[in-house]
């Protein structure tokens, strides 16, 4: 075992990704020591581009099991859960100990999100039935009774199944109050040499010249579930190829963008599969989200699918087979 972990460091390559790894977390500690919470300082991060998606879970791991003795339990959701108003309103009294949530999404991966903070809640936009959970709960401090952790942990598994539940006062005090997020990119900045700022901001201008469009975020998000209703007497295989069609369009614009397609409450992951056994008929609705980076064009790939499935599909037919559709 101790050969294989010696092993990975035999490129250049790779002993780079390990020393960017350990430099993220020494930030990361200091930041946990003046009572941050992990999940907002791992989202800052993986928005900043400092880390990567990958590395979110080993650092859960080694930081909040190994270095600082949270407690961690992992529950698979009992039904889908979107309504997190009530979860947000009792978890920001909860003074007494510091949470994260790492949640198993099935199309975006591993998402980290801070409970007591709703805007992290409304990037997943919904917990899903049978889908994991894990729940941290402790102190960086070491001052998280036992007593504090079970008792946290018993109400908030009672809030993911949507229960009530009574404030308990001992859960209110203590150090562990929901804070502002850290302004890392701004801090960041004050510290790059001028000459970096320099072509920084030269960089900034072309950039604004051009019109470039955003730069990824690194952080994976998803819309909302948009209602395709399909208009024609069968969503047929027209209407299918219509749809490939459209989706190789988008996806060759935006290639950190992927088209998710849903129906019934039921991911399709051959589109080829809403035509069979004419599955879908007039006055159905197909569910579509847009997962990436950099979201955009949502609107327009919403119209052009609507198309595609009513009786005007032939319109993105008329090419050859292999031809990649300019729509965006």
């Known amino acids: ?26 930030q990361i500690v200091a930041d946990l020591e003046n009572k941050h919470n992990l999940a907002d300082l791992l989202n800052e991060f993986i928005d900043d581009n400092t880390i990567e998606a990958y590395q979110v879970s080993p650092m859960l791991n080694s930081l909040l099991l190994d270095k600082y003795n949270y407690e961690a339990y992992s529950y698979n959701m009992q039904d889908n859960l ?39 809640w409304q990037a997943i936009q919904a917990l899903k039935k049978n889908e994991l ?52 990119a701004e801090e960041k900045a004050e510290a790059v040499p001028q000459k970096r700022k320099a072509v920084a901001k030269k960089a900034a201008v072309k950039e604004k010249k051009q019109e470039a469009k955003p730069a990824p975020s690194g952080q994976r998000r998803m819309t909302p579930l948009y209602s395709i209703p399909v208009t024609n007497e069968l969503f047929h295989n027209g209407n299918v190829e219509a749809w490939k069609k459209v989706i190789q ?60 499935a009513s009786p005007m599909f032939e319109a993105f037919l008329r090419f050859p087979v292999n031809q990649v559709l300019n729509l965006f």
């Open 1 to 26: 075992m101790i050969a294989f972990e010696i092993e990975v460091l035999n490129r250049r390559k790779s002993v780079n990704k390990v020393v960017r790894h350990i430099q993220a977390l020494n």
């Open 82 to 120: 979107s309504d997190f108003g009530s979860i947000i309103a009792e978890l920001k009294q909860w003074d007494a100990v510091d949470m994260v949530i790492a949640y198993y999404h099935p199309e975006l991966g591993v998402k980290v999100i801070n409970p007591k903070r709703a805007e992290q």
């Open 133 to 184: 959970a894990t729940i941290y709960l402790g102190g960086v401090a070491g001052d998280v009774s036992d007593k504090i952790k079970t008792l946290a942990l018993d109400k908030c598994l009672q809030l993911l199944q949507a229960k009530k539940i009574t404030t308990s006062p001992e859960l209110t005090k203590g150090k562990y109050s929901l804070k502002k997020i850290r302004k890392a």
């Open 249 to 308: 369009s988008y996806t060759a614009k935006y290639p950190g963008s992927d088209v998710y397609i849903f129906y019934e409450g039921e991911r399709i992951h051959d589109v080829n599969a809403l035509f069979k056994w004419g599955k879908v008929k007039h006055g159905s609705a197909i569910l579509i989200a847009v997962a990436g980076d950099s979201i955009q064009d949502v609107a327009k790939l919403r119209r052009y699918l609507k198309q595609g």
